[in-house]
């Protein structure tokens, strides 16, 4: 069980006790360049022996609002340093390219974010990486790492079934490969849930635009991990440029603020919404890690604090009858996304991989046509299970 993040940490982690103007929040540094008082005091920063650590240069290698964001992140991830970026895919291909170069090869955890899969398939291709998508187990990753493998990475949980992979055997299944790093998305966990690194995990990456933004009002994303390897994927990043706007970092940094408040309310609506779902005669099956019917019930039991917003079940009447569910849906608004404040709900199927037919959806990705993500937010739960009793009925 990871320790839990408090609201304590939430708040104040990584905090300067006084700030600018004696602001109470960190305000917004709207500074694309930051002067200097003479040559000298550039040539000081330059050689790093400025006397003052929070000196800027120039936004695209970092900026105060942004850095008091990362040093936030890094205390909730329990990690010494954290980079933050325009988007959780800025964040991935931007951590993913500083780790590895021509003949590396990266093991991939099969079920990962399209856009994951989409990265090693066919950019990392481009730059002379190989890539193999391996089931989600320790043995099978085992079988699949070779001398060249400079990366493994995942998710956990996974979209949309929430599957998890043992932390721990991942750590056990790398050590001892020289040069090899983990890295796991946790976008679906929250460090609420799960904190990757103090089982071992290497890296931690989240699409910010989900729960620790929290409110479907900005996109970002933030790679954690060790002062070493947080430099080098900073120093990428001042090259390749995806930094997280100042005034997109506020929003990250004030949402973080409720983060532990707003995932136990998931977390415990998302369960009483899976549990009533799954006594529900028109649902085939529900995906739930909170669940005992879910196959990794026990190991989320054994490595997360709490499962989640999101459920994902499979409605009878395959692709129409999720439709009519979905469009008879009051609360929620169709949208892909999750882990903000607002419920909201998508079909896979159409939303994701509609260019596919239903056996290319059911064998390639394991999606099922009347699949269902509810991306629960932060209404009241007995709202959202009689809106859902009443479009069952309607549809
Ligand atoms: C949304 C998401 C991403 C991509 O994040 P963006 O902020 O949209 O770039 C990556 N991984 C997972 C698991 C996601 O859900």
């Known amino acids: 069980m990871t320790k839990r993040i408090t609201s304590t940490d939430a708040v104040h982690g990584g905090d300067r006790k006084t700030k600018p103007y004696d602001a109470v929040p ?17 040539v000081a920063h330059t050689q790093g022996r400025h006397p003052r650590a929070d000196r800027e240069e120039y936004g695209r290698y970092g900026n105060p609002t942004v850095r008091a964001v990362e040093a936030r ?4 991830e329990g990690t010494e340093d954290a980079v933050l970026f325009a988007s959780g895919m800025a964040a991935l291909t931007t951590t993913v390219l500083a780790l590895t170069k021509r003949g590396d090869h990266v093991a991939l955890f099969s ?16 730059f002379g990486v190989e890539s193999t998508f391996v089931p989600m187990n320790a043995d099978d990753l085992a079988g699949a790492l070779r001398p060249e493998t400079r990366l493994v990475l995942g998710e956990m949980p996974t979209n949309p079934h929430l599957r998890c992979v043992d932390l721990a055997k991942v750590r056990d299944t790398c050590r001892g490969h020289r040069g090899l790093k983990t890295l796991i998305d946790a976008t679906f966990a929250t460090p609420v ?10 890296l931690v990456v989240h699409s910010a635009t989900k729960y620790l933004g929290g409110h479907h009002d900005v996109l970002a994303g933030v790679a954690c991990g060790s002062a070493a390897l947080c430099s080098l994927v900073r120093e990428l990043r001042g090259v390749l440029g995806p930094v997280c706007d100042p005034h997109a970092a506020f929003l990250v940094g004030r949402g ?4 532990a408040l707003r995932v136990a309310k998931q977390n415990e609506s998302a369960l009483a919404i899976a549990a009533w779902l799954e006594k529900h ?17 026990a190991l989320a039991r054994a490595q997360m604090s709490g ?27 169709i949208a892909p996304s999750f882990g903000g404040v607002d419920s909201l709900v998508e079909q896979p199927a159409v939303m994701s991989f509609y260019e596919m037919t239903p056996e290319q959806r059911r064998d390639q990705v394991g999606i099922e046509d009347g699949l269902v993500r509810f991306a629960v937010g932060i ?5 959202l299970i009689a809106d859902l009793a009443r479009a069952f009925t309607a549809g």
Request: hydrophobic residues 35%; contains cysteine.
């Open 256 to 259: 973080l603020k409720t983060l």
């Open 193 to 202: 849930n799960c904190r990757p690194a103090t089982f071992g995990i290497d």
């Open 26 to 42: 960190e305000p917004i540094v709207a500074s694309a360049t930051y002067t200097f008082e003479d040559s000298d005091e550039i």
């Open 73 to 76: 992140l890094a205390v909730l």
């Open 281 to 297: 005669p028109k649902v085939e099956r529900v995906f739930y890690p909170g669940l005992p019917s879910h196959p990794d019930y």
């Open 379 to 383: 209404e009241e739960p007995e709202d």
């Open 307 to 333: 499962f989640g917003g999101v459920v994902s079940f499979v409605a009878r009447g395959g692709l129409e009858g999720a439709r009519r569910l979905v469009d008879h849906l009051q609360i929620p608004r």
């Open 111 to 126: 079920e990962c974010y399209r856009m994951t899969r989409e990265l090693a398939e066919s950019i990392l291709a481009r």
